[in-house]
């Protein structure tokens, strides 16, 4: 009793999502076709809006290729974010190196200063 209820369940489901008249649709097409196609499950795939084989295997190929460029492009991000981060490590040392060296100076002339007096 519980199984016929499930079922029943299901069809419902499928009646209410507009499954069941999809379906239908699609093998009444097949039936009233005078020549039935080689591949009836294509024929069903694509009146339900799905690729066909051909379509599905290139595109397969094109995200195959999308992601070896996507794969390429992180690559190259994270070189440049590397590059990036050894740039400012560099400006950093610059800056505080030109910060010591005026210091020095300045250093430097207050004990010529010294000196002079």
Request: overall charge negative; glycine content about 4%.
């Amino acid at each position: 009793m519980e199984k016929e209820a499930k079922k029943e369940g299901f069809r419902k489901y499928l009646e209410a999502s507009g499954v069941l008249d999809a379906l239908t649709k699609v093998l009444v097409a097949l039936y009233e076709q005078n020549e039935k196609p080689s591949s009836a499950l294509e024929f069903v795939q694509q009146k339900l809006g799905g690729p066909s084989l051909s379509e599905y295997e290139k595109l397969q190929a094109e995200l195959s290729d999308l992601q070896i460029k996507y794969n390429e492009l992180i690559k190259e991000n994270q070189e440049r974010c590397r590059e990036l981060e050894e740039l400012k490590h560099t400006q950093v040392e610059a800056s505080t190196n030109k910060e010591l060296d005026v210091g020095n100076t300045h250093d430097e002339e207050l004990n010529t200063d010294v000196v002079k007096c």
